[in-house]
Nanobody, 116 residues
């Protein structure tokens, strides 16, 4: 079965960095786009970034352009989100996502809190 397991969240200071990881299993990872979403308290879940099968990235949120970078390692079945210059408004639960046969799969999420 499809499994997505996020890790790497935690507490960071404004201006700091974190790197999130998402380990995937149960499907042919290299053949599918992967995405990161986030959901802040009392807000809708929003798309942060998507990466193609060949590593091309699409940053969907203007608020993270130039600060966040999505990448993947197909040999390790893992997708990453490098987050730099963090801001308090980046505080959210971050979710890994993939879509297989028109069905969305999600990880359990990892909490990122940016605070001094």
């Amino acid at each position: 079965q499809v499994q997505l397991v996020e890790s790497g969240g935690g507490l960071a200071q404004p201006g700091g960095s974190l790197r999130l990881s998402c380990a995937a299993s149960g499907f042919s990872f290299s053949r599918y786009y992967m995405s990161w979403y986030r959901q802040a308290p009392w807000k809708e879940r929003e798309l942060v970034a998507t990466i193609t099968t060949t590593g091309g990235s699409i940053n969907a949120a203007d608020s993270v352009k130039g600060r966040f970078t999505i990448s993947r390692d197909n040999a390790k079945n893992t997708v990453y989100l490098q987050m730099n210059s963090l801001k308090p408004e980046d505080t959210a639960v971050y979710y890994c996502n993939t879509r297989l046969s028109f069905h969305d799969y999600w990880g359990q999420g990892t909490q990122v809190t940016v605070s001094s």
